[in-house]
């Protein structure tokens, strides 16, 4: 019987970091992944119409449908959501987009990676303040720069303090249009910061950075179509010593035997890995035992909005850089914190503001994406449905979400923000007819946000296995370590204790690092038994 130093469980941000640094560090790992061998999109890009929405929806991707970068070319990288079934609540609808192929989402993720900022990180001495982080920003800091380095990352040192200046790679140049974008907003708010946005480097190949490092060592053995069921116990140590492994193609079961276990497979997967591992030791879910396991998940709260300039004959309404290539779906423009330019008398949390353009023949159409934080809170919660099973017979997850009160003002802020935004940029809200793909699909978000989405929408959730100082109040250690099962450990977005306004893709990077730093240096795991 085999067994690896280390399991590591999903191969997107979180499991491709973790696969890299424990390979590097000389273990022995086995990454498994639920979804298929790395699948690139094929054809050129086409418009997501709604006939093919429709379809879509027939076809079984009913919720996949609903996020912004689907499209005929790219909607092989999104779930059937007739296999992979989860709940909601009647009225409480969430939106969970997901991906499982090798790689993950980070086949469709639109690249932009910002740092959370040192106050998004301070940890509070309130005790009552569900927003505190066990880390500093401090203590994160050189894994972000570790990360950035390693993808490569546009960026502008600008100071700017609600979000960190990193490791960049100087951004690709502005064109005049953006130049006067930035131009407008600034001298009609002088203390907005924009700046380029913070973009990890295309690759071509689409073959995750962290999972081609992880391959060279020789010491990664990657199992596609692997979903893992549960984590398995031994019961004489209470320790985790392997995990129960269900084929995709012919869902046979089987076991694979590690000494510790990693999960990367998506904040609210894993948070269901853990809950459906309960057994006599842990009858509630390994991370359990304090009782917050599955609660406090959130999202950001997301709203879009497209406005619209006439070209007419004005000299700078020049031509735009062409997009990357057709999957790129990254902006080109970040307005972090937009709060301290429009301040309302009264703050319900913070948003940033990410900007794109592009051109129709006689239009400049500018989307402006919003995502604020969302407050975490204890009946926010995930559990087990006892009734319902997905295609492979794995009990799926029970999803009950919803915005606060304080969360909906915030949202009509971030309306009321875009409606300033555009204003200042000399822009008009765009008018929904037109046909080209960009402003089609700009429009569509818009038409649909401002009905107002339901979380999950972000496709940022996060949460369910919080980290803490407290063993009471939190499922894991600062060092994502489970309280009451030392050999288990969360490094995806299940972590988040609170997510503050940054997308948090590079975060999950930076704390599964982090988390690996700490494995390969203070952990040194007792061998189990079969
Ligand atoms: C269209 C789009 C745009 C986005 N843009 C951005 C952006 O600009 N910036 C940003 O920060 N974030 C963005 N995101 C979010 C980003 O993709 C996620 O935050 C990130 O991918 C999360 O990484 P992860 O490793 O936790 O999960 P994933 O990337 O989803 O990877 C999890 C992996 O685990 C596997 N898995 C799941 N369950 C199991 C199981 N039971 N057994 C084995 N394997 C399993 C899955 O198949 C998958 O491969 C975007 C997402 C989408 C869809």
């Known amino acids: 019987m085999v067994i690896y130093d280390a399991i590591v469980i999903g191969s997107g941000a979180a499991g491709s970091w973790a696969a890299k640094e424990l390979t590097e560090g000389g273990l022995e790992v086995v990454l498994l992944e639920a979804g298929r061998a790395v699948d690139l999109p094929s054809g050129p890009p086409r418009p997501a119409g709604r006939a093919f929405r429709l379809w879509a929806r027939m076809r079984g991707q009913h919720i996949q449908a609903r996020c912004f970068a689907f499209a005929p070319h790219t909607q092989h990288l999104y779930v ?3 296999q992979d079934v989860y709940t909601t609540p009647a009225g409480k609808p969430f939106t969970w987009i997901r991906g499982r192929q090798l790689g993950g989402r980070l086949h469709t993720w639109a690249r932009h990676a910002p740092r959370i900022s040192r106050e998004g990180l301070l940890p509070s001495d309130d005790p009552a303040d569900e927003r505190r982080w066990p880390i500093s920003y401090e203590e994160l800091a050189s894994y972000y720069d570790r990360v950035e380095r390693t993808l490569g990352v ?127 030791s842990y009858p509630a879910g390994i991370g359990g035992g304090a009782g917050v396991l599955g609660h406090f998940i959130s999202d950001h709260l997301a709203h879009s909005a497209a406005a619209s300039v006439s070209v007419g004959r004005e000299p700078l309404l020049l031509p735009m850089s062409e997009p990357v290539d057709a999957y790129d779906w990254a902006p080109r423009l970040y307005i972090p914190d937009l709060w301290k330019r429009t301040a309302p008398p009264e703050r319900f949390g913070r948003y940033g503001v990410q900007v794109s353009f592009a051109r129709t023949r006689d239009t400049w159409l500018c989307n402006m994406s919003f995502r604020g934080e969302m407050m975490p809170r204890y009946e926010n919660r995930l559990t087990i449905d006892p009734s319902r099973t997905d295609a492979w017979g794995i009990p799926v997850a029970h999803i009950d979400c919803t915005y606060s009160d304080g969360d909906l003002r915030l949202l009509q802020q971030m309306r009321e923000a875009g409606n300033e935004l555009a204003a200042l940029a000399g822009m008009e809200l765009a008018d929904p007819k037109r046909e080209n793909w960009f402003k089609s699909l700009a429009l569509s978000i818009v038409k649909k946000q401002s009905l107002g989405v339901p979380p999950g929408s972000a496709i940022h959730e996060n949460g369910g296995a919080r ?64």
Not at 252 to 271: D, H, N, W
Not at 486 to 494: G, H, K, M, Q
Not at 505 to 520: F, G, K, N, P, S
């Open 80 to 82: 059937n959501d007739r």
């Open 154 to 280: 546009f960026g502008r040192r600008d100071g700017i303090p609600e979000s960190p200046d990193g490791e960049f790679l100087d951004p690709p140049p502005l064109t005049p249009f953006e130049e006067e974008f930035c131009r407008r907003v600034t001298a009609g708010s002088p203390t907005t910061h924009i700046t380029p946005a913070r973009n990890v480097q295309p690759h071509p190949a689409r073959i995750p950075v962290p999972l081609a490092f992880a391959t060279r060592t020789g010491r990664l053995r990657i199992e596609t179509d692997s979903i893992a069921r549960r984590i398995l116990i031994d019961a004489e140590t209470g320790k985790a010593k392997g995990v129960l492994v269900v084929d995709r193609n012919t869902k046979q079961e089987r076991q694979v035997f590690g000494r510790l276990i990693v999960l990367g497979a998506s904040a609210f997967e894993s948070v269901r890995i853990l809950l459906n591992s309960a057994c006599p």
């Open 467 to 530: 980290m803490g100082n407290d063993p009471n109040r939190s499922v894991l250690n600062k060092n994502n370590q489970c309280w009451d099962c030392a050999n288990v450990f969360v490094t995806d977005a299940a972590c988040f204790p609170y997510a503050p306004f940054a997308n948090p893709t590079l975060t999950i990077m930076a704390l599964t690092v982090r988390t690996c730093d700490y494995i390969l240096r203070e952990y040194s795991p007792r061998p189990c038994d079969g």
